[in-house]
């Protein structure tokens, strides 16, 4: 029995999670464009005492069918490391992390952003570093297609590295602002990086101090091996998709057992599943409610839904009501095309029924019933090792997070599942975690 406590995340996406649910009466459908609802629902979520709000970001509309994204509310949204720190002036408590792409940013400017969120929010800010995965995104970038695979990876390691670097350039203490003798900073306080490798060269120091929680807080999604190789190396928090109990559990062992051999102790890493919960008083309000949603899903918005999750293939030749293809392995995201295609087979999908059974959740753990069902499912899965916490992904926005924070956050609190208050003021407060430690990015 762990007698420690799991964490929760509030994810955040622009009118909710299911693809359809900025239609349902109980979305804020202009939550994509209008910072007051970002307000109040990070302010709920404060409220309840959840560890952190995340939020996801592309660097562009990813959809290569551009008509079906003329259909969705995810056209539209702000980018997350502005938004976050304007949530920063009306927070105080709740961690904040936002998703950037190695892939088309640069290490000196990711590491200033989110020590700048990192100062501005008094030690609450967290990158979920991702690579990005469309050749739609790529083309924003001068480029027809995205790398392969295996470079993305390798780029992301040095990527990491130097922003690691980066954020230890400053000392502890450096900055002392001394008027009288006219000393802003300890001699030999900061140093340059003067990292040298195969993608970059950086040569810093960081323009921006070290920052309150001496270094912002790693998020990591990949579960490919690479990925799952450079989040045991750097990361915090592990935002994952896992669809049994059996696979949460391999998943959990293999990344902690991972950590050991880059020094590091398992309890210095989150494991936070994805996690779309449907709640009502009874079973039967649960489902009424989650086919309110599905009854909305448009069909060219559903195909395209699923074209991305297994790898951006044309699925459009196919019959909807035939089964799901055998398709080459993905350059893209290749560890959701996987579980895409273990969930079909699993369970005998057609096209049509796959793409209505990851509209809400797009892969991640979907329950549907009363708090008690979800509580339980929850509860096992933490109990039994398959995660440290949950990334919650409410149906829509407000509705489905304060269906959440009325009725599954009581049953929570009442097994002793999740604290009452904040016991910190920063993030890795929360959290329990320690950094990785500092180190000098590997050299080329």
């Given at each position: 029995?762990?007698?420690?406590t799991?964490?929760l995340?509030?994810?955040?996406?622009?009118?909710?999670?299911?693809?359809?649910?900025?239609?349902?009466?109980?979305s804020?459908a202009?939550?994509?464009?209008?910072?007051?609802?970002?307000?109040?629902?990070?302010?709920?979520?404060?409220?309840?005492?959840?560890?952190?709000?995340?939020?996801?970001?592309?660097?562009?509309?990813?959809?290569?069918?551009?008509?079906?994204?003329?259909?969705?509310?995810?056209?539209?949204?702000?980018?997350?490391?502005t938004?976050?720190?304007?949530?920063?002036?009306?927070?105080?408590r709740?961690?904040?992390?936002?998703?950037?792409?190695?892939?088309?940013?640069?290490?000196?400017?990711?590491?200033?952003?989110?020590?700048?969120?990192?100062?501005?929010?008094?030690?609450?800010?967290?990158?979920?570093?991702?690579?990005?995965?469309?050749?739609?995104?790529?083309?924003?970038?001068?480029?027809?297609?995205?790398?392969?695979?295996?470079?993305?990876?390798?780029?992301?390691e040095?990527?990491?590295?130097?922003?690691?670097?980066?954020?230890?350039?400053?000392?502890?203490?450096?900055?002392?602002?001394?008027?009288?003798?006219?000393?802003?900073?300890?001699p030999?306080?900061f140093?340059?990086?003067?990292?040298?490798?195969?993608?970059?060269?950086?040569?810093?120091?960081?323009?921006?101090?070290?920052?309150?929680?001496?270094?912002?807080?790693?998020?990591q999604?990949?579960?490919?091996?690479?990925?799952?190789?450079?989040a045991?190396?750097?990361?915090?928090?592990?935002f994952t998709?896992?669809?049994?109990?059996?696979?949460?559990?391999?998943?959990?062992?293999?990344?902690?057992?991972?950590?050991?051999?880059?020094?590091?102790?398992?309890?210095?890493?989150?494991?936070?599943?994805?996690?779309?919960?449907v709640?009502?008083?009874?079973?039967?309000?649960?489902?009424?409610?989650?086919?309110?949603?599905?009854?909305l899903?448009?069909?060219?918005?559903?195909?395209?839904?699923?074209?991305?999750?297994?790898?951006?293939?044309?699925?459009?030749?196919?019959?909807?009501?035939?089964?799901?293809?055998?398709?080459?392995?993905?350059?893209?995201?290749?560890?959701?095309?996987?579980?895409?295609?273990?969930?079909?087979?699993r369970?005998?999908?057609?096209?049509?029924?796959?793409?209505?059974?990851i509209?809400?959740?797009?892969?991640?753990?979907?329950?549907?019933?009363?708090?008690?069902?979800?509580?339980?499912?929850?509860?096992?899965?933490?109990?039994?090792?398959?995660a440290?916490?949950f990334?919650?992904?409410?149906a829509?926005?407000?509705?489905?997070?304060?269906?959440?924070?009325?009725?599954?956050?009581?049953?929570?609190?009442?097994?002793?599942?999740?604290?009452?208050?904040?016991?910190?003021?920063?993030?890795?407060?929360?959290?329990?975690?320690?950094?990785?430690a500092?180190?000098?990015?590997?050299?080329?």
């Open positions: 029995m762990r007698h420690d799991l964490r995340g509030a994810f955040f996406y622009a009118t909710g999670h299911h693809i359809a649910g900025w239609r349902h009466p109980s804020e202009d939550g994509g464009l209008v910072l007051e609802r970002y307000v109040g629902w990070a302010q709920k979520a404060e409220a309840a005492k959840f560890d952190l709000v995340f939020l996801e970001d592309g660097t562009g509309i990813r959809d290569g069918n551009l008509r079906s994204s003329e259909r969705t509310a995810r056209s539209t949204h702000f980018e997350p490391v938004l976050l720190s304007a949530l920063a002036a009306v927070t105080s709740i961690g904040l992390v936002a998703t950037t792409s190695t892939s088309f940013n640069e290490p000196y400017n990711v590491a200033r952003r989110f020590a700048s969120l990192d100062h501005l929010s008094g030690g609450r800010a967290g990158w979920n570093l991702v690579t990005s995965t469309t050749d739609a995104e790529a083309a924003n970038f001068g480029a027809d297609a995205i790398a392969r695979h295996a470079d993305r990876y390798e780029r992301a040095e990527f990491v590295d130097i922003v690691l670097g980066l954020w230890n350039t400053w000392d502890d203490g450096a900055v002392i602002i001394d008027q009288a003798s006219g000393q802003f900073s300890k030999d306080g140093h340059p990086l003067n990292h040298h490798g195969k993608h970059f060269a950086v040569r810093g120091p960081l323009n921006i101090s070290r920052t309150p929680q001496g270094q912002p807080v790693l998020v999604a990949g579960a490919s091996g690479p990925g799952k190789d450079l045991a190396r750097t990361a915090e928090i592990v998709a896992n669809q049994t109990l059996d696979e949460a559990t391999e998943f959990y062992g293999d990344l902690k057992d991972r950590m050991a051999g880059f020094g590091r102790e398992r309890d210095d890493l989150k494991v936070m599943p994805g996690l779309f919960p709640v009502g008083r009874s079973e039967a309000e649960a489902r009424a409610k989650f086919e309110e949603f599905q009854d899903i448009d069909p060219v918005v559903g195909l395209a839904l699923l074209e991305r999750m297994v790898g951006s293939f044309d699925l459009s030749g196919y019959d909807p009501d035939g089964p799901v293809p055998e398709l080459p392995e993905a350059n893209g995201a290749k560890s959701r095309q996987q579980l895409m295609f273990d969930l079909a087979r369970e005998g999908l057609t096209l049509r029924q796959l793409y209505l059974r509209a809400g959740a797009r892969g991640h753990s979907q329950i549907v019933g009363t708090a008690a069902q979800i509580v339980d499912e929850m509860e096992e899965r933490f109990q039994k090792h398959g440290d916490g990334n919650i992904m409410p829509t926005l407000p509705g489905g997070l304060d269906d959440f924070i009325e009725l599954v956050l009581p049953e929570l609190r009442r097994r002793g599942l999740v604290r009452t208050e904040y016991e910190g003021r920063t993030l890795r407060g929360h959290l329990g975690t320690r950094p990785p500092a180190h000098a990015p590997r050299q080329g």
